[in-house]
């Protein structure tokens, strides 16, 4: 079946430019992840959202950066004003409901700030 | 919060070696996942387990819950095999009960 999916793969932008990233889930997966792995470092958290649950915001860096899911499926992670700190891979995962449920991960979107 | 620490943090060997990679972290958990990113930031889940053993193909997973402890094990190691090898323990629920290890960065040489 298909898993999950990100668009775009790649992102040029310039400084100061808003750029939109996408997700699409698994279908029937009601936990949805975004991390951001900048070169060389770890998973970093950035947001959650769990079902019609309120997000867990708690690990956006700024508040130029917003997500929204519509629908309980799609997601539209959102980055205005980028900066050149935010080059980094954007990624994606989804899973049932459940802390022991099997992440599944997109393959992610390289941002690059010039 | 739960330190994550994976060792070794490179590893460099050849075809046909039994690979081990080890994780520690500080606190009890629910499970821990293993997670393999090739080469363009794919992650495939390898493994997700609470206690003891699981096998698929040539790699093993286990788990000692009181000694805070997991290993990774590669048999037959194959040059397919070089990828970034990362373990997540998960406290909870919820998105910041997963903490990620920094990886193990695994290349095997022909």
């Known amino acids: 079946g298909a898993g999950v999916s990100q668009s775009p793969s790649n992102k040029v932008t310039e400084k100061g430019k808003d750029v939109e990233l996408r997700c699409d889930p698994i279908?029937?997966?009601?936990?949805l992840y975004w991390y951001r792995q900048s070169l060389g470092q770890g998973l970093e958290f950035l947001i959650y959202f769990q079902g019609n649950s309120a997000p867990d915001k708690s690990g956006l860096p700024s508040d130029r950066f917003s997500a929204e899911r519509t629908g309980g499926s799609v997601s539209t992670l959102t980055i205005q004003r980028t900066q050149q700190e935010d080059s980094a891979v954007y990624l994606c995962?989804?899973?049932?409901?459940?802390?022991?449920?099997?992440?599944?991960f997109g393959n992610g979107t390289r941002l690059t700030v010039t | 919060k739960n330190e994550v620490e994976q060792s070794p943090q490179n590893l460099t060997a050849q075809e046909g070696e039994f690979i081990t990679i080890n994780c520690s972290y500080s606190v009890g958990i629910s499970a821990l996942h293993w997670l393999q990113q090739h080469p363009g930031g794919g992650i495939v889940s390898l493994f997700m387990l609470s206690s003891g053993k699981k096998k698929h193909g040539r790699l093993i997973a286990t788990i000692n819950i009181q000694e805070k402890h997991s290993s990774l094990h590669i048999t037959a190691s194959h040059p397919r095999d070089s990828a970034v090898y990362i373990c997540a323990p998960r406290v909870g629920g919820g998105a910041d009960g997963l903490t990620f290890g920094k990886g193990t960065h695994l290349i095997i040489q022909p």
């Open positions: 279908s029937g997966h009601t936990a």
């Open positions: 995962a989804s899973s049932f409901l459940g802390d022991n449920s099997p992440l599944h």
